[in-house]
Structures are given as structure tokens and as C-alpha cells.
């Protein structure tokens, strides 16, 4: 977990979904999305060790005794990833990859021209629509790169980034639920901080409808497979449980939000369940 080997394991999942959505084949993409998430999040922690210790308490404990070896992990993950997007990708596979790098700079970083905030993870909103949308790139996009897919597959792409897109906008918050209390002495303006956990809860129950609601249209344009809603349908049930769970007395937000992260694995699971029982797509 301190690693953040867990949510590079969750990205090859995202990006086998995408891929899947679009028609592509697996690929080189695969490691490229492991080994960027490991070097992006390490950077993230090594870089917001004060902000993240009333939350993270052992993490940051952890990671505080050991920067040496998180900056070499880090370095050498987003070398890997960039050598291994440039070698199957050429220039787009490499620009791809290094979207997410340049948001997490800005987002970590006090570089932003702005006196009420210096880094992209200050201003409301914002914070989530940028990691959001850095993921979404990421997951759907390197594997057409790589793939150098026709344009014909495009579209099964835009919508895997439209799907990702909304997916970890809905997992940010839910994981800013865990960290309510931190990023109210650190003065970043998060959903839950600015409207509450409980109509939190409520956008995100709405953005699982749009996000479903929306491969289903997809998939009757034909711009994915038919089989994709199914496909999906288990890992936005298990998604709205999470969210749901996140005011129950009896509830580890912390574990919850460790659960959040495992949602892939359904998306995995549906898509190759769907994928073999139809035979509509290589896996």
C-alpha cells in the first residue's frame, strides 16, 4: 500500500477495460500504466509529506524514514514508463504517458501564478477534475498509441476516457471523505469539506447513474460492444455500496476507501465474463 504497487495493479486493470471497450488487443500499455501510477504517486506522497500527516499518519511516517528509496522508486518507474511508451508508441505514446506526470507537478507543486493558490490540489473543484481527467488520458488513450489502432477504434476509446473520467472523479471524492478532517486544517477545498459528506454522498450517487447511463447509449450507437453495460453494471453496484457505506457507524472509511480502489477487479471480471461468453473481443 505505501508502495502504491496496489493502484498500479488497479491501473493494468483499468487500462485491460479500456482496451476492451475500444477493441484493442492488450498491450505494452498494460506496464506503461503500472509503472507511470507507481512514479506519479510516490511523487505525490514525497511531495505532500507535511500536508498528508494528519491523515496518513503511518504512511507518512513510513515514507519520511525512507525518502532516498521513494525517490529512486519513483524515478525509476516513470523512466521505465516513458522509455517502454516511447519505444511501443513513438511521440503520442509518449505524450500520453506524460500528461499525468505534468498535471501531478502542477497539482503537488506551489508553481501555479495564483495568490489564492499555488498548486492545482488547492482550488475546489479543480483538484478533482484534473486527476480525473489525467487517469482518463492515461487509461484509454496509451493502449490506441501503442496499439497505433485505426481511427476506427476512436470512439470505443473516447468512450473508455469518458467512462475512467467519471469513475475516478467519483473514487477522489470518495477517498476525500477519508481525509475530511486533514484537509480542513490544510485548507483544501474538497466536495465533502464544502457542501458535507451527506450530499457528497448524493452527486455521487448521480454520477454513477450518468456514468452507467452513458455506455448504455454508447453501446446502442454501437460505439462499444453491446455486452459492455452488463459488463460494467457489477462494478457500479459495488461502487454505489461503497459510497453508500461511507456514513455506517460501524464503518472503516480507511478500508472502505482501500475496498474503492479494488473496483477493477470487478470491471476485469465482468468484461472478460462478457467478452468470452459473447466472443466479441480478443482477450
Known sequence: MHSSVFLGVATIGEIYVASSLAGISPNAALVVGFLITVGIYNFDKLADLDADEANYVGRTAFIAAHPRMYTAFSALAIIGAL????????????????????????????????????????????????VALAWAVLVAFVPFAVAAA????????????????????????????RDVEGDKENGVATLPTAVGVRRTQLILYAMELVSLGFVVGAAWLDYVPLWAPIALLPATVYSVWITYA????????????????GEGVLMVLGVVVAAHGLSLVPV
Not at 500520453?96 to 490540489?121: E, N, Q
Not at 485505426?150 to 468512450?159: C, Q
Open 150 to 177: 485505426e481511427p476506427s477504434y476512436i470512439a470505443g476509446a473516447v468512450v473508455a476516457a469518458v467512462w475512467f473520467f467519471l469513475r475516478s472523479a467519483i473514487s477522489v471524492e470518495v477517498h476525500n471523505v
Open 83 to 130: 522509455g517502454l511508451a516511447i519505444q511501443r508508441g513513438g511521440v503520442y505514446g509518449l505524450g500520453l504517458t506524460l500528461f499525468p506526470g505534468v498535471v501531478a507537478v502542477f497539482y503537488s507543486l506551489p508553481l501555479l501564478p495564483i495568490p489564492s493558490a499555488d498548486r492545482l490540489k488547492d482550488i475546489f473543484l479543480v483538484n478533482t477534475t484534473v
Open 246 to 261: 461511507l456514513t455506517g457507524t460501524n464503518r472503516s472509511v480507511e478500508r472502505l476507501c482501500t475496498l474503492r480502489d
